[in-house]
């Protein structure tokens, strides 16, 4: 914080910047702030304006927008299909022969899908599922590794009117059954496994233990992926491939109002139980085809490629509905980017032409550890769009994409957003915005978005606050599956009449936001948020432990990694071999991604006297700073025999 208390400090100075070339504004879809002005002007009237240039409309609303605060209500009225817009309509206009996806798989295996063809298997798996029993208004849990069958089942659930829940194929059986649960799903869709680096991903295995606790499943459909060996329980299990067979490609989309629910999607928060994020159906759709259409500078023949799982956010919006509403060409694949060597992505890119390139700075940090000699192997010269997001991107990481992967050539542009926005909400339209590495920019056309202090007032021009969005935008979250109350204490209280986002940044002289990670303690671990108190809960749901606190420490390669302090129970010993019992324990109960980097056992936390955790001093311990204020403490010594215990651990990690 800074002297005053109520802002956030600001450390970083970056001074390059990058104009967009002339060459890429002979091309550009925007190349001025014509479209900002409009939508400050009127943003209803403009918003209506894109909804009739973007969608497909069964029926016409009758009001743009019911704003109750916190509860917004677009397009009132209005009757659509999503997946009629990402699909029907493009054959419909003739365009039934262009690629929806070059897929390909870790393997090398690939599959070429057409619209036409995307739409025909939609349509049978949609029948499918309505054979199931599955009705209008139904949730459907999809536990898939990034197979097209993936977007097939989103796009079959959009079809009947089943709002789907996708848990993402790297989660353990404990948060696919916790998510069932939540939702009250009556089908889960899931395969026998999955390739990762080589190896197989036991997704079956891990669905029917998270089954014997899911009383609402009632029907389990299962796509072969590597022909592994898995057990069908009769009467429930189906094979995809099965249940697909004589099914008709013609199936009638659901007329879906506007407000409908689309899908729920969970994010951590700061307490144990995650947040099912609600988006609905036409203020979603808008919203992620304008931002992708604009934000990509899409063109007839571009080949798009964003490297994100379907199971997070940014899949769902920029791999399935924003790019197949756009009715792009996409590329997906499977697996990760060393396999079977450090080149695969640049082989991709390569080999499909691509055109635009999304992804997280992780990777990129990744890659500038590997070195640039991988992309160097590869003709990239098709690239004209670079994108990132995730978390911040510091500026080497940025003058190192644009570079090395861009050529010098093209726009990075670092965009920001959240699972409850929908959408991109901050970012450079590359062919209008002067680009500064490490700043996401401007917000976009039709966002008010701001920087505040503790009393929710704008922030001087060069300083850090809290980053909050002012008016209600067509692809905000609607709230949190089953919990007004926590929707709205979580992003309404704060700030009273604006969004409070829980990051914080600085704007600059320029109105440009550079973002400096989340405000509160959830932690960022490749671009993946999770929170303290679920790696703390999952810890002490070990037998050995007591009692862990979580903090982040900065981490060269994945941005942020997990340090945990763990009390133990009596009768149990400090040993190595139960830290590497812990940190596995950890990543079966949550996943792999929370598994701790390191761990430091302690006979006591530092607390207050009120018996709270001080987080503030274990992140200092961590990171091997200046210990802050410690006159709170309720045990002053306890400090230094950890930061005793920390820098021991630290050669520890595995
Ligand atoms: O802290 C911000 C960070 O990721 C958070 C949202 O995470 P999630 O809901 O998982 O969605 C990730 C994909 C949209 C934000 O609150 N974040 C995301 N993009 C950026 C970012 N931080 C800085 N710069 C970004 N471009």
């Not at 004589?246 to 879906?256: A, N």
Request: contains cysteine.
């Amino acid at each position: 914080m800074s002297a005053s208390g109520n802002t956030i400090d600001t450390l970083l100075e970056e001074r390059r910047s990058f104009p967009p070339s002339d060459e890429f504004r002979r091309r550009a879809r925007v190349t001025d702030d014509s479209l900002h002005r409009a939508a400050a002007a009127d943003p209803e009237a403009f918003w209506a304006e894109q909804a009739l240039r973007y969608i497909t409309w069964f029926q016409p609303w009758e009001r743009v927008l019911d704003w109750e605060l916190p509860f917004a209500r677009w397009f009132v009225g209005g009757k659509l299909n999503v997946s009629f817009n990402c699909l029907d309509r493009h054959v419909d206009a003739g365009r039934g022969d262009k690629v929806a996806y070059h897929w390909e798989g870790e393997p090398g295996d690939t599959r070429t899908i057409t619209y036409a063809e995307l739409l025909a298997e939609v349509c049978k798996f949609a029948n499918a599922l309505r054979a199931l029993g599955v009705r209008r208004g139904d949730r459907v849990g999809i536990y898939l590794p990034m197979i097209p069958e993936l977007p097939v089942a989103m796009l079959a659930c959009a079809r009947i009117g089943a709002p789907h829940s996708v848990v993402f194929g790297g989660f353990s059986a404990e948060a696919v059954r916790d998510r069932m649960n939540d939702a009250e799903a009556t089908v889960l869709i899931t395969a026998d496994e999955g390739w990762r680096r080589g190896g197989r991903v036991p997704l079956k295995r891990n669905s029917d233990d998270a089954l014997q606790q899911c009383p609402s499943i009632g029907s389990v459909v299962v796509v072969r992926r590597t022909g592994g060996d898995v057990s069908m329980t009769r009467g429930r299990d189906h094979w995809y491939h099965d249940i697909i067979q004589g099914q008709s490609s013609v199936c009638e989309p659901e007329h879906m109002d506007s407000e409908d629910l689309l899908f729920t999607l969970y994010t951590s928060g700061t307490t144990a139980r995650p947040k099912g994020i609600k988006h609905t159906t036409a203020g979603y759709l808008l919203y992620g085809m304008f931002t992708h259409d604009l934000v990509f500078d899409i063109q007839p023949d571009t080949v798009y490629w964003c490297a994100a799982d379907v199971g997070w956010v940014t899949g769902h919006t920029y791999i399935v509905y924003a790019p197949l509403g756009n009715g792009v060409t996409s590329v997906m694949y499977e697996g990760t980017p060393d396999h079977p060597a450090r080149d695969r992505w640049w082989s991709l890119i390569e080999h499909y032409g691509v055109t635009v390139l999304y992804c997280a700075p992780t990777a990129i940090r990744t890659f500038m550890k590997w070195g640039s000699e991988f992309p160097a192997q590869h003709d990239l010269s098709s690239l004209r769009v670079l994108g990132t997001v995730g978390e911040p991107i510091n500026p080497e990481a940025w003058m190192w994409y644009r570079e090395h992967i861009g050529g010098n050539r093209t726009p990075v542009v670092d965009t920001w957003w959240q699972t409850e926005t929908g959408g991109i909400l901050i970012s450079p339209l590359p062919g209008a915005t002067t680009l500064k590495p490490g700043s996401a920019t401007l917000p976009l056309p039709g966002v008010a978005a701001a920087v505040v202090d503790e009393a929710g007032r704008p922030v001087a021009a060069g300083s850090g606050g809290y980053v909050t969005i002012t008016k209600p935008w067509p692809g905000m979250l609607r709230g949190i599956w089953g919990d007004d109350e926590r929707y709205r204490q979580t992003y309404w209280e704060r700030f009273g009449d604006q969004y409070f986002a829980g990051d914080g940044a600085r704007i600059d002289e320029d109105g440009y936001y550079w973002f400096m990670g989340r405000v509160d303690d959830v932690m960022n671990v490749a671009g993946h948020r999770i929170s303290t108190t679920e790696v703390e809960s999952a810890l002490v749901g070990h037998l050995a432990v007591a009692e862990a606190a979580v903090v982040a420490k900065s981490d060269a390669e994945t941005g942020q990694a997990i340090s945990a302090f763990v009390t133990l129970r009596a009768g149990f010993e400090e040993s190595t071999a139960l830290i590497t019992e812990l940190r596995s324990h950890v990543a079966k109960v949550i996943g792999a991604i929370a598994r701790p980097k390191w761990i430091a056992f302690t006979p006591d936390l530092p607390k207050t006297r009120s018996g709270k955790i001080m987080r503030r001093l274990l992140r200092d311990i961590a990171e091997n700073r200046q210990l802050g204020d410690t006159t709170t403490l309720a045990d002053a010594g306890i400090v230094e025999d950890l930061r005793r215990r920390a820098t021991e651990e630290e050669g520890k990690e595995g």
